[in-house]
């Protein structure tokens, strides 16, 4: 079985940078599409990037060139690395995984998901 687990969450102040990490357990990261999804109260949950089994990314608007996904593989995790974070971001963060070779256009398409950490930023 596939876990997920997320870390790394915080509260940072507006222009800060935060580190998530997504550990993978139970098959390697590298066979998997991997993704980072968002929620903030009262929105519903988006995708914020997404790399495929190719290493190809891709991110939602408002974040490309702020934030970076990758694969650690030697620790078998996703990261999502957040800089100049702005006070919009805030939301429960969340990892999501489907063994495909490429990206889902559908969050209901991904089969594995974590539990999420929270992100918090004050202006």
């Known amino acids: 079985q596939v876990l997920l687990w997320e870390s790394g969450g915080d509260s940072v102040q507006a222009g800060g940078s935060l580190r998530l990490s997504c550990a993978v357990s139970?098959?390697?990261?590298?066979?998997?599409?991997m993704a980072w999804f968002r929620e903030a109260p009262g929105k519903e949950r988006e995708e914020v990037a997404h790399?495929?089994?190719?290493?190809?990314?891709s991110y939602v608007e408002d974040v490309k060139g702020r934030f970076t996904i990758s694969r650690d593989n030697a620790k078998n995790a996703l990261v999502l690395q957040m800089n100049s974070l702005k006070p919009e971001d805030t939301a429960m963060y969340y990892c999501?995984?489907?063994?495909?070779?490429?990206?889902?256009?559908?969050?209901?398409?991904?089969?594995?998901w974590g539990q999420g950490t929270q992100v918090t930023v004050s202006s």
């Open positions: 999501a995984g489907v063994q495909h070779p490429w990206c889902p256009l559908v969050r209901t398409a991904y089969a594995y």
């Open positions: 139970g098959d390697s990261v590298s066979r998997y599409c």
């Open positions: 790399i495929a089994v190719d290493g190809d990314t």
